[in-house]
């Protein structure tokens, strides 16, 4: 399936998100999550790699095993970072090969103490040219690409930025999976502007819930994303009790995203983090609407 198609009158798309695990231990870990979260019969699972391109081949070793194991559809991950156009050619191959029906189609974050993205020679510079170059060699992928509904953080405004998405969905994508956020009028507010815009893709809400407020401002602060005051006084209320800070996170994830389902979202994309406890609790608790 690919992931334009997990969308819909009748339809709501659910897709985890993952990332290649280091370890025996850990890789064993995952798959004990995801096998507890496949209980939700997600649409699609999708597999992020390490900056840089560190873990390609471990991502499409994961989303294959993911395939095979539990017969759902599977989105590897893939960035113009430290690349080439053949090198970026031969990864489609052998995703191609390995039965991989999507692909998440990204920039990427420059490589660790580069302060600027910079291509490599004869490599690509924008993700919209990277889902150009996927619609005109290997046209069978579907094609999901990242909204920031807090703007990214090199771009000087959030119009520039829709403008940049724009690009993307003109070159091909079938979909728009947003940045964590907590603030759901931002998503909201930047969904109306995208369709001003023209954009009519699914835009997804990508949801990450906080069960640790120290990792949370940690990646916060990596992507811009902000928590509302009143949630982050919650979570410093907690003091140092990860299980309260973990059962506030719940909660408020659990509120977000019924209020997202209740406006009709076409579906919840969750950053798991390899684990399944918090977004079990939360798919226990919200009601999709179809």
Do not use: W
Request: charged residues 20%.
């Amino acid at each position: 399936m690919r992931v334009g198609e997990a969308y819909g009158p009748g339809k709501f798309g659910l897709s985890f998100e993952l990332f290649p695990p280091k370890t025996d231990k850990s890789e064993r870990a995952l798959y004990d999550n995801l096998t507890e979260l496949m209980k939700f019969e997600p649409s699609y699972v999708t597999c992020t790699y390490g900056a840089g391109g560190t873990t390609r081949d471990k991502t499409l070793d994961v989303v294959a095993n993911v395939k095979q194991r539990y017969q759902v559809s599977v989105a590897a991950h893939l960035t113009c970072v430290g690349s080439t156009v053949e090198q970026l050619l031969d990864y489609l191959r052998d995703a191609q090969q390995q039965g991989v029906e999507n692909i998440v189609a990204l920039r990427g974050d420059p490589p660790r103490g580069d302060s600027e993205f910079k291509p490599v020679p004869g490599g690509l510079s924008y993700a919209n040219e990277l889902v150009t170059l996927i619609r005109r060699e290997i046209d069978q992928f579907g094609i999901a690409v990242a909204g920031y509904p807090e703007k990214h953080l090199e771009s000087a405004t959030l119009d520039l930025d829709l403008q940049n998405l724009k690009r993307k969905v003109d070159s091909g994508a079938d979909v728009v999976i947003t940045q964590l956020f907590y603030d759901n009028a931002n998503f909201f507010h930047f969904c109306e502007r995208a369709n001003s815009l023209g954009i009519d893709v699914p835009i997804v809400p990508g949801i990450l819930p906080v069960t640790n407020l120290a990792q949370i401002k940690r990646i916060s602060s990596l992507c811009g994303a902000v928590l509302p005051d009143s949630f982050a006084a919650d979570l410093e209320s907690a003091g140092d009790d990860t299980d309260a800070q973990f059962e506030i996170g719940v909660a408020y994830a659990q509120q977000q995203v019924q209020e997202l389902i209740d406006a009709g979202v076409p579906g919840v994309h969750f950053y798991v983090l390899n684990k399944s406890k918090a977004t079990a609790r939360i798919l226990r608790t919200v009601v999709p609407t179809v």
